[in-house]
C-alpha cells in the first residue's frame, strides 16, 4: 500500500477578484522507500503541491489518504500533531534557526516531542554521524559551507524517523558536486529511515536518482515509473 494517495486534487489562488487555478486534478501515489520527483516549469505548482502533502496547505477539493486514511484538513490539531511525528522537510534555504548549534537544530524536533534528554542525545550523534557532519556539532550554521548546511537540515528532517520527506528544491543552492553529494545522501538514507521521500526540483541531473519522475504543467501531472 502506498503512504500517500492523492486523488483528483485541486488547488486555486485567489489573485484579486481572480481565482488562479494551480493544480487541476492531481492523481499521485508516495510509497516508502521510494524517491519521487516533481519537475516543472517555475510557477507550475510544484511547491503547493508538496505544501499540500507535508500538510501545510489544504486542496480546494480532492482526496488525500495517508496509509489509505482520508485526511481530514479541517482537524488541524491532528494535522499538527500528525506533521510533527511523520512528515521532514528539507528547503532549498536550509532553514536552519541561525542561534542554535547544529546538534541543537536537529535536537530541536526532539525537544518538541517531548522526548528524554539522553534519547535526544544520542539520536542527534548517529544521525548528526551518519549525514557525515558530527564535526560540527557545536557550529552555528553560519559556520558552515552551503553543502555542510543542507546535511544538517537533512539531518533534523530525518532525526525524528518520518514516514514522509519532503524536499522543495533541496540542491538549488549547491554547487554542482555537493548538488549530488546531498541528492545521493538523501536517497540513501531516505531508504534506510523507510520515508516516502519527494522533492520538487529544476535539477535535471537529480532524474537518476528518482524511483519515477512527473512534470507538473498546466495543473496535472504526465510521466510516473522510471
Ligand atoms: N499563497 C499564495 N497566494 C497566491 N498565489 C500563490 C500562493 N502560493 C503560490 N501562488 C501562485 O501559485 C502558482 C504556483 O506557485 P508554486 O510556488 O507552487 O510554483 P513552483 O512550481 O513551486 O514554482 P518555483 O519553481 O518558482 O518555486 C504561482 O503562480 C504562484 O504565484
Not at 546538534?103 to 534528554?117: E, K, Q
Not at 528532517?157 to 519532503?166: E, G, H, I, N, S
Not at 521521500?197 to 510516473?224: E, F, M, N
Amino acid at each position: 500500500m502506498s503512504l500517500i494517495t492523492l486523488q483528483q486534487l485541486h488547488k486555486s489562488y485567489r489573485i484579486g477578484k481572480q481565482p488562479q487555478a494551480v493544480l487541476t486534478g492531481i492523481d499521485l501515489q508516495l510509497h516508502q522507500g521510494e524517491m519521487t520527483g516533481l519537475i516543472g516549469p517555475s510557477g507550475s505548482g510544484k511547491s503547493t503541491l508538496l505544501n499540500i502533502c507535508g500538510l501545510i496547505d489544504r486542496p480546494d477539493s480532492g482526496e488525500m489518504l495517508w496509509e489509505g486514511q482520508p485526511v481530514d484538513f479541517s482537524a488541524k490539531a491532528k494535522l499538527t500533531q500528525l506533521r510533527r511525528r511523520s512528515i521532514g522537510f528539507v528547503f532549498q534555504s536550509f532553514n536552519l534557526i541561525p542561534v542554535m548549534s547544529a546538534a541543537d537544530n536537529v535536537a530541536y524536533p526532539l525537544w518538541l516531542r517531548g522526548d528524554s534528554r539522553s534519547e535526544i542525545k544520542k539520536a542527534v550523534q548517529t544521525v548528526l554521524e551518519e549525514v557525515e557532519v558530527a564535526e560540527f556539532a557545536n557550529q552555528l550554521p553560519d559556520a558552515l559551507s552551503g553543502g555542510q548546511r543542507q546535511r544538517v537540515a537533512i539531518a533534523r528532517a530525518l532525526v525524528k524517523k518520518p514516514q514522509l520527506l519532503v524536499a522543495d528544491e533541496p540542491t538549488a543552492s549547491l554547487d554542482e558536486e555537493t548538488a549530488l553529494v546531498v541528492a545521493d545522501l538523501m536517497k540513501k538514507l531516505g531508504r534506510e529511515y523507510g520515508c516516502a521521500l519527494v522533492i520538487a526540483t529544476h535539477d535535471d541531473r537529480l532524474k537518476p536518482w528518482c524511483d519515477s519522475i512527473y512534470q507538473l504543467q498546466q495543473g496535472v501531472l504526465q510521466g510516473g515509473v522510471q
